[in-house]
Structures are given as structure tokens and as C-alpha cells.
């Protein structure tokens, strides 16, 4: 697999609980998206987007890129104190779409720009496929490229040398046809200096119908080096019971890049918060994402709320735990986590 990005050694990519710069976003602006079989409308989900955002900026300064036909939109919903970036977008889901920042002991910070091909063509991505570029363009910071197609959401890093990753998604035809796991692995190690990568199943039959095929980012999240928040299920006969097994199984056996086992603690869905005749939905406490200072956690307006705010709390201490209802937002398949992306303060720090 040809590659053309970092050539020198050294750039590794933080963890989320670093101190941060700011926070990356994209606002949704596509109706017909949205609209097309969701069950949700464009304002709806605006809203919820807004509500990330806006909890988001109590902690640290946000980034919101806009497209130039719903500026009016976001200056309505989001607070004075969002940066907002007018660049054309696609869709919504900063994640994926936007860079994997890296940090250099001397060389500062940096961004990897991943062939971004909207979850194996499942939408148009004329221009969120650059989305990264621009981004780093816009903070005058150095972008790396590489022909690997993958997704911030399908890898999660401890800041110590693993990353966490799924076969589902990064081994698909539809990403990367015909290349290995040590192909990949290799760029991993260049690109975000990782000591070693642990292979999840995800969702190989994808019978979640997650349009992500199964980001890791659904799966499980560090908590701090060796513990991770692992999501679970009640509903021992849903079609995702044995999904979640699998891959929780995967973790049991696994040892980080220090050696050490895992500590995993459970984290239920939000089941009965799912909208059962919607083509997907987001019921994952696991797509939670760590802010400065804070921990913001999805929320649905239901009892599971409050165990999943307190078994956050537990494992996040020193952080506050803000709950953010995310209904509408988790029609389009996604959570808080899908649509933020960390920057690091440099130095990193934290």
C-alpha cells in the first residue's frame, strides 16, 4: 500500500483527556439527508447539535465549521462564544470527517488527514473528503496524508502506545480492499506512533445496520490507560447481545501496549430510548466525549440517564459529568463522540 505521509518519527496521537485547544464540530445542514427516512427533521436535529455544542463551550473553546447556506442557523442556536468557520461541507460527523490530530516533541502539532470516503460510499463526500486538509489549513498547521480509508470513530488511542480498532470496518472491502492488518498496522505506527493495535470484531455480519459497519467508538472507550467503559446490553436476545459479547470477549483477551490486561467496566444502552421503526439509532452511553474538565455524556430523557451519568462519574473522577439529550441526533446513527473531534493544547499537557 503506497503511502505519502510522515516521513520522520516521532508524531504520536494524544489521548482524549489531554487538555484540549478547542473542540471540532461540523453543523448539519443537509435536509435531504436528514429528512430522507430518518423520522427526524433538520431543526430537530440542529437543535441537539446546538445543545453538544453549547454544553461543550461551558469547558473549552468550539470550533464549528458551517456551510455558507445555514450560517443563519447556527448563529440562532449556537452561543456567541462558538467560533464559527464557514467552509463548504457533505454532512455532519466531525469524527470522521475531520483530521486525527498528532503532536511532535519538537515539531509541535500536526493533523492526519485519512482517505475519508463516507463509510464505504454510503453518501456523497465530494467535500468532506478534503474537510481535513482545510481544517488544518485554517490553523496554518502541517497535514499528513495517506491512502488508508478510515474514520476518527474507528480507532480509539490510550496515549501510550494502543489503539483499539475493528475488523468490521478498517478489513472491509468497501475501505480498504486487499490490504492486511500489518499493513495497517505499520501505518498506525508511523502516523500516530502506535506501539500496538488490538483488533476488534465490531460488527462483521452488520446486523446492527450501523451505516459505520462498526466504529469502535460504539464499542467501548478508554476511561484512562488499561480501563475502558465497554458498552452492554439487557436485551440478551437482541440481535446486538452476541455483537457486544464478541467484542467484549476480544477485550478480555487482550493486553494493552504496556501488557497489561484490560479493566472493563459495563456500560449499558440506553434500550429503551431506541425508536424501533427507525432505520438506525444511537443508544450507546459509550459515545460520550472527554472535554476539559468535563465528561459530555449522551443523554435520552430516560431512567438509564442517571446509572449511566453515575457509572461515568465513577470511573471520570474530577471530571463533571453533563448529560445532553441527543434524541433526534442518534436517528442519523451517531452520538456525542461522532460529532466532535479534539484539538490538543501544545504543549500537550494533562
Known amino acids: ?51 453538544v455544542a453549547n454544553a461543550i463551550a ?17 448563529k440562532a442556536l449556537c452561543g456567541p462564544n462558538i467560533e464559527l468557520i464557514e467552509l463548504a461541507v457533505n454532512d455532519s460527523w466531525c469524527r470522521d470527517s475531520g483530521p486525527s490530530f498528532v503532536c ?69 472491502p468497501n475501505r480498504n480492499p486487499g490490504v492486511t492488518k500489518a499493513e495497517i498496522e505499520e501505518i498506525f505506527t508511523r502516523l500516530l506512533g502506535v506501539k500496538k493495535t ?5 460488527d462483521p455480519d452488520y446486523v446492527t445496520g450501523d451505516m459505520t459497519d462498526g466504529h469502535v467508538d460504539g464499542v467501548c472507550a478508554f476511561a484512562r490507560p488499561g480501563v475502558l467503559l465497554v458498552d452492554a446490553t439487557h436485551d440478551q436476545q437482541s ?60 443523554a435520552y430523557g430516560i431512567d438509564a440517564d442517571k446509572v449511566a451519568a453515575e457509572v461515568l462519574a465513577q470511573a471520570f473522577p474530577g471530571r463533571e459529568v453533563v448529560p445532553v439529550r441527543i434524541n433526534h441526533l442518534a436517528h442519523g446513527g451517531g452520538g456525542v463522540h461522532c460529532i466532535t473531534q479534539q484539538q490538543p493544547a501544545w504543549p500537550v499537557r494533562g
Not at 519538537?106 to 463526500?125: D, E, I, Y
Not at 490553523?139 to 480507532?155: D, W
Not at 488490538?198 to 465490531?202: C, E, H, M, Q, V
Open 1 to 51: 500500500m503506497q503511502q505519502n505521509g510522515i516521513q520522520n518519527s516521532g508524531w504520536t496521537m494524544p489521548a482524549e483527556w489531554v487538555t484540549h485547544a478547542a473542540t471540532w464540530m461540523v453543523w448539519p445542514h443537509n435536509k435531504a439527508l436528514w429528512e430522507s427516512g430518518w423520522r427526524v427533521t433538520l431543526p430537530q436535529v440542529q437543535e441537539d447539535f446546538a445543545r
Open 58 to 74: 461551558r469547558f473549552e473553546p468550539v470550533k464549528l465549521v458551517v456551510d455558507p447556506s445555514a450560517v443563519a442557523s447556527a
Open 104 to 172: 511532535h516533541p519538537q515539531q509541535g502539532l500536526a493533523g492526519v488527514s485519512w482517505r475519508f470516503n463516507s463509510w464505504g460510499g454510503k453518501s456523497a463526500h465530494d467535500l468532506d473528503e478534503s474537510l481535513a486538509r482545510r481544517a488544518l489549513n485554517h490553523l496554518g498547521l502541517e497535514c499528513f496524508g495517506t491512502a488508508l480509508s478510515n474514520e476518527g470513530g474507528a480507532i480509539h488511542v490510550d496515549g501510550e502506545g494502543t489503539l483499539i480498532t475493528t475488523e468490521s470496518v478498517l478489513l472491509n
Open 198 to 202: 488490538i483488533w476488534l470484531p465490531g
Open 239 to 298: 440481535v446486538y447481545a452476541e455483537v457486544a459479547r464478541e467484542n467484549r470477549r476480544a477485550l478480555e483477551l487482550a493486553t494493552d501496549a504496556q501488557g497489561r490486561k484490560f479493566e472493563l467496566i459495563e456500560l449499558y444502552e440506553a434500550t429503551d430510548a431506541v425508536d424501533t421503526e427507525a432505520e438506525v439509532f444511537c443508544a450507546s452511553y459509550t459515545n460520550f466525549y472527554i472535554a476539559n474538565g468535563a465528561v459530555i455524556m449522551p
